[in-house]
């Protein structure tokens, strides 16, 4: 079976994380990294044992003919390179959020298939071993009829948070779901409703965002809905980002920092009763996962996950037309909270909601604000209450 040539573009946290996962993966070779930084490329570069490194990115393509290039640099270059290096047809995985906009969701989408390669975000919880053994009990009919989902984050300001660890709460909450048919969604900042002042820069790069606090209803196919809840807490908190599934027969629990997911056999949880007891599903590790070698395992699922689909000549389960649908989700959320009406997927206008909404009333895009998500927050909350 074929060998897939992988090479980093970026080698900060994320792109140890995912240069990690390619390295240690039976069916993936670790090709090559790039990254402007030459200090953080040669650090990286010896703690993988990687020897061809790069500051020029179509220079690494055109001597290295990598399969696969990961893209996990800040938000505000993903669009910009993901085109670049799809230029010179090449798979491509990038970090979340994979873009801004749905308007370059949508070229990045049409650039690969123009150029017959395979687009993915690097959503590496959804394919996961946890996840893989709520998608197996799901699959054993060990809840019956799916009904209700429930997902949040890790309790980050709503509109940071949705842009940050959205695409993964959206992902957990499509596994088994089908399609999101329409999005009903109402956004508070400072206890009131939204207004276009609120429309402000994200922390991170990560675009555009608006809301404090972020309750939104989807609405998916087979009569199931889902409630999605994006709510600042005092201090963000991983074991905050959980998601649930309630079936007619049983219930399904996935929690992302403890990387663990449990089946209650009953849909109804009374703390006394012995029938209600949560039983922890073993997790389902990928083929030829070694777990002495300290690589946390999602990310091993996530380049098994990619190496089936270029084997199968399919997308990713986090790539092509799911990762444009849940770009659909999370800027419908926006859209949702700025006209405070339902919006139905997929929607014809493809720019960005919260900026058009801004502009609707005679206002320019957002003044630029810190990007540490600490110094923006200060920021953020002096502004609040200066209103």
């Given at each position: 079976?074929?060998?897939?040539?992988?090479?980093?573009?970026?080698?900060?946290?994320?792109?140890?994380?995912?240069?990690?996962?390619?390295?240690?993966?039976?069916?993936?070779?670790?090709?090559?990294?790039?990254?402007?930084?030459?200090?953080?490329?040669?650090?990286?570069?010896?703690?993988?044992?990687?020897?061809?490194?790069?500051?020029?990115?179509?220079?690494?393509?055109?001597?290295?003919?990598?399969?696969?290039?990961?893209?996990?640099?800040?938000?505000?270059?993903?669009?910009?390179?993901?085109?670049?290096?799809?230029?010179?047809?090449?798979?491509?995985?990038?970090?979340?959020?994979?873009?801004?906009?749905?308007?370059?969701?949508?070229?990045?989408?049409?650039?690969?298939?123009?150029?017959?390669?395979?687009?993915?975000v690097h959503s590496q919880g959804p394919v996961g071993p946890a996840m893989q053994a709520v998608?197996?009990?799901?699959?054993?009919?060990?809840?019956?009829?799916?009904?209700?989902?429930?997902?949040?984050?890790?309790?980050?300001?709503?509109?940071?948070?949705?842009?940050?660890?959205?695409?993964?709460?959206?992902?957990?909450?499509?596994?088994?779901?089908?399609?999101?048919?329409?999005?009903?969604?109402?956004?508070?900042?400072?206890?009131?409703?939204?207004?276009?002042?609120?429309?402000?820069?994200?922390?991170?790069?990560?675009?555009?965002?608006?809301?404090?606090?972020?309750?939104?209803?989807?609405?998916?196919?087979?009569?199931?809905?889902?409630?999605?809840?994006?709510?600042?807490?005092?201090?963000?908190?991983?074991?905050?980002?959980?998601?649930?599934?309630?079936?007619?027969?049983?219930?399904?629990?996935?929690?992302?920092?403890?990387?663990?997911?449990?089946?209650?056999?009953?849909?109804?949880?009374?703390?006394?009763?012995?029938?209600?007891?949560?039983?922890?599903?073993?997790?389902?590790?990928?083929?030829?996962?070694?777990?002495?070698?300290?690589?946390?395992?999602?990310?091993?699922?996530?380049?098994?996950?990619?190496?089936?689909?270029?084997?199968?000549?399919?997308?990713?389960?986090?790539?092509?037309?799911?990762?444009?649908?849940?770009?659909?989700?999370?800027?419908?959320?926006?859209?949702?909270?700025?006209?405070?009406?339902?919006?139905?997927?997929?929607?014809?206008?493809?720019?960005?909601?919260?900026?058009?909404?801004?502009?609707?009333?005679?206002?320019?895009?957002?003044?630029?604000?810190?990007?540490?998500?600490?110094?923006?927050?200060?920021?953020?909350?002096?502004?609040?209450?200066?209103?």
């Amino acid at each position: 079976m074929k060998t897939y040539r992988a090479a980093i573009l970026g080698c900060g946290g994320r792109g140890r994380a995912a240069g990690a996962g390619y390295r240690s993966h039976p069916r993936t070779d670790l090709v090559a990294l790039c990254d402007l930084d030459q200090a953080r490329l040669d650090t990286l570069g010896e703690e993988l044992g990687v020897a061809a490194r790069y500051n020029d990115l179509d220079l690494m393509i055109e001597e290295t003919r990598p399969d696969i290039v990961a893209i996990p640099t800040a938000t505000e270059f993903h669009y910009p390179l993901a085109m670049r290096v799809l230029e010179h047809g090449v798979n491509i995985e990038v970090e979340k959020p994979p873009c801004w906009d749905l308007a370059e969701a949508d070229a990045i989408r049409a650039k690969a298939q123009e150029k017959g390669v395979r687009f993915a975000v690097h959503s590496q919880g959804p394919v996961g071993p946890a996840m893989q053994a709520v998608i197996q009990a799901y699959n054993e009919g060990r809840i019956g009829r799916l009904r209700y989902v429930t997902g949040s984050d890790k309790g980050y300001y709503a509109g940071y948070g949705l842009m940050n660890m959205g695409f993964h709460v959206i992902s957990y909450l499509c596994r088994l779901t089908g399609r999101c048919r329409s999005v009903a969604a109402s956004g508070v900042t400072g206890g009131r409703p939204v207004t276009p002042q609120d429309v402000v820069t994200s922390p991170s790069g990560m675009g555009t965002i608006a809301a404090e606090n972020i309750t939104a209803t989807l609405q998916f196919d087979h009569s199931v809905a889902a409630t999605l809840l994006l709510h600042r807490l005092p201090a963000n908190d991983s074991i905050a980002h959980v998601t649930e599934w309630y079936g007619t027969e049983g219930r399904l629990l996935y929690n992302y920092k403890l990387a663990a997911s449990w089946w209650l056999p009953h849909p109804h949880f009374l703390p006394d009763g012995e029938r209600d007891q949560w039983q922890r599903l073993e997790p389902v590790y990928p083929d030829g996962y070694d777990p002495e070698s300290g690589v946390w395992p999602d990310e091993v699922s996530y380049v098994e996950e990619y190496v089936r689909a270029l084997d199968e000549g399919r997308d990713h389960w986090c790539g092509g037309d799911n990762a444009v649908h849940i770009m659909e989700i999370m800027m419908g959320v926006f859209e949702s909270v700025a006209y405070r009406r339902q919006v139905d997927l997929p929607q014809p206008h493809r720019d960005h909601p919260l900026l058009r909404w801004r502009g609707e009333h005679g206002l320019d895009d957002p003044a630029p604000m810190p990007r540490p998500y600490r110094e923006w927050a200060a920021a953020e909350d002096a502004r609040i209450r200066s209103m």
